[in-house]
């Protein structure tokens, strides 16, 4: 049985692959670090939290897990591994942000530029890298956050089209379609707190009011009924 936990040493999500061992992303100690800055690093340890061993180098963190749980996707650096029956392989793709999609394929993000990002797939049945779509442009800079839907067939994610507009937007992974659902002005819109795609088909937000204090907002991911 899979389950999901944090500790307080956290920096990523854990995962539990099996009923006897716990995946984490923890801080890596053998780093010196100071209040503002530390290393983060891959460990795999049993429930009574002993036994704890590193399984990925510094800098690495948990990405994803897939549907049946049988593999763990993580990152180091730009470098995307998937960790599968106590084996690590390296997959040979180096990218951003990838996760699991509908049929077990990976997507991810391909910096091109300071603002602008490609989105690739990786397919495990015959190793194939291929770019999907480009041109998607975030607001800022090295940060491309998406979230993908319940059948993970489609994800929502922030877009700049103009100076001071951002727009929620879709994107089908399928059809290779984009979707514009709703604009909003920059000014209003904190770009670390995340666009969420829930179970019930919302998209969920937050945006500052006038006087700056954050309200959670969701819209149909068709782009009907916004509700604050």
Request: aromatic content about 16%.
């Amino acid at each position: 049985m899979t389950r999901y936990f944090t500790i307080l040493l956290y920096i990523g999500l854990g995962f539990s692959q099996d009923q006897e061992l716990l995946y984490s992303t923890l801080v890596d100690t053998s780093y010196e670090y100071g209040h503002f800055s530390w290393t983060s690093a891959v460990y795999k340890f049993d429930e009574q939290g002993l036994n704890m061993e590193q399984i990925i180098p510094a800098s690495s963190k948990i990405e994803d897990i897939s549907e049946n749980q049988s593999k763990i996707l993580f990152t180091s650096g730009d470098t995307i591994m998937v960790y599968e029956n106590g084996l690590l392989d390296t997959l040979n793709v180096t990218g951003l942000v990838p996760r699991f999609i509908y049929n077990g394929d990976i997507i991810f993000f391909k910096n091109t530029s300071e603002h602008l990002f490609e989105l690739h797939r990786y397919s495990f049945s015959d190793n194939s890298n291929l770019m999907i779509a480009d041109s998607f442009e975030t607001f800022h800079p090295n940060i491309f956050r998406y979230h993908l839907s319940s059948n993970k067939q489609k994800f929502a994610y922030f877009d700049k089209t103009l100076p001071d507009t951002i727009n929620v937007k879709t994107f089908d992974i399928l059809s290779g379609s984009q979707t514009d659902i709703l604009s909003l002005s920059e000014t209003y819109l904190n770009p670390w707190r995340s666009l969420y795609w829930a179970y019930d088909d919302y998209l969920y937000f937050t945006v500052n009011d006038n006087n700056n204090i954050p309200q959670l907002f969701r819209i149909n991911s068709s782009g009907t009924d916004e509700e604050a």
